[in-house]
């Protein structure tokens, strides 16, 4: 089993940033995929970004690309979000993920997932 906690969310103005992180325990960090979804309220979950075990590449979706980065530190089992020029768009509970498979883009390829954290973006 894997244990995921999220950290980090909370209120912040239209254009500011936020950092989530998500602290990790249960099986060896460095052998998983890590990602994060969100979902808003009356929508559906939908990914936001992953970032690979190995070599750590990344990808995000077209709707964050270029403003949120995902990142990882094996030595504190923890991966991060760093959010930027946020929009009330972003308004979601954001979930940290966790995968063995190499590519975690799809909801049903999500082996783990944390509680969730709530991300607020006011106009």
């Known amino acids: 089993q894997v244990q995921l906690v999220e950290s980090g969310g909370g209120l912040v103005q239209a254009g500011g940033s936020l950092r989530l992180s998500c602290a990790t325990s249960?099986?060896?960090?460095?052998?998983?995929?890590m990602g994060w979804f969100r979902q808003a309220p009356g929508k559906e979950r939908e990914f936001v970004a992953t970032?690979?075990?190995?070599?750590?590449?990344?990808d995000y979706a077209d709707s964050v690309k270029g403003r949120f980065t995902i990142s990882r530190d094996n030595t504190k089992n923890t991966v991060y979000l760093e959010m930027n020029s946020l929009k009330p768009e972003d308004t979601a509970v954001y979930y940290c993920?966790?995968?063995?498979?190499?590519?975690?883009?799809?909801?049903?390829?999500?082996?783990?997932w944390g509680q969730g954290t709530q991300v607020t973006v006011s106009s």
């Open positions: 993920t966790a995968g063995v498979r190499w590519n975690i883009r799809a909801t049903t390829a999500v082996d783990y």
């Open positions: 249960g099986r060896t960090f460095s052998t998983l995929t």
């Open positions: 970032i690979r075990w190995g070599g750590g590449m990344a």
